[in-house]
């Protein structure tokens, strides 16, 4: 018999239940907020592939974008009035992605873009420019995007580039043919397409085993020209 008590009770248990799955989906879905920058009590993050921002006290986010691809790596220009990030798009025909370069008003507004490619995030040269990397080597704009030069000139391509605390070096990674392939072991049949694999570490996501290795690097400044 259904009574006033226990549709009562029935319909706290129900409540309880669809509070704690919006609360498990609310969390679940914290979990995409990722790169965060801050400037004086700005913060903003990528999330879902698009930009918020947010008081560093906290409350509610705010959505600054809403375009294609995927948005992240954003940072404050120097004097805090813009924010430069990288847009993520993809071919699907040719099965391949390019990052590009815009920046927004703080406040939110029009994208303006670059016209710049490169990946991850741009950064503040020593020099008071942005630095960015971009075709495997290390370059330099005004941050309007205007005047790119390239600063770097590595035989290899160049990845992850930081500079040090007093501006004079530059730290990076670079990789290094440390393995042996079937080339190496078989200069004679350049012409085969068979590949030489004994253990399980034969592929990292798309890319196949190689013999080449990631290694960290440090330059001096004086020499990046």
């Not at 700005?42 to 879902?48: G, I, K, P």
């Not at 085993?209 to 400044?221: I, K, L, M, Q, T």
Request: with cysteine.
């Amino acid at each position: 018999i259904l009574t006033m008590k226990n549709l009562f009770l029935v319909l706290s248990i129900g409540f309880s239940l669809v509070a704690s799955r919006f609360a498990n989906a609310q969390n679940d879905t914290a979990r995409l907020m990722r790169f965060p920058t801050i400037h004086d009590n700005t913060v903003v993050f990528s999330y879902a592939g698009d930009l918020y921002s947010v008081n560093k006290n906290g409350g509610y986010a705010v959505k600054l974008t809403n375009d294609v691809g995927y948005e992240m790596f954003a940072r404050f220009s120097p004097d805090g009035k813009n924010i430069i990030y990288s847009v993520r798009t993809y071919d699907m025909d040719a099965n391949k992605g390019t990052s590009n370069f815009f920046s927004l008003p703080v406040g939110g507004g029009t994208p303006v873009a670059l016209n710049l490619t490169g990946i991850d995030g741009v950064m503040k040269s020593p020099d008071g420019k942005m630095a960015y990397m971009s075709k495997g080597q290390l370059w330099e704009a005004n941050w309007d995007g205007s005047s790119p030069v390239q600063i770097s000139h590595t035989d290899n391509d160049m990845s992850v580039c930081k500079f040090s605390p007093d501006g004079k070096h530059v730290l990076f990674c670079m990789e290094v043919h440390t393995g042996k392939t079937k080339e190496d072991f078989y200069p004679a049949l350049s012409k085969s397409t068979a590949r030489i694999y004994d253990d399980l570490m034969y592929r990292h996501w798309t890319d196949w085993e190689d013999g080449n290795y990631s290694h960290v690097f440090v330059a001096d400044r004086s020499e990046e020209r």
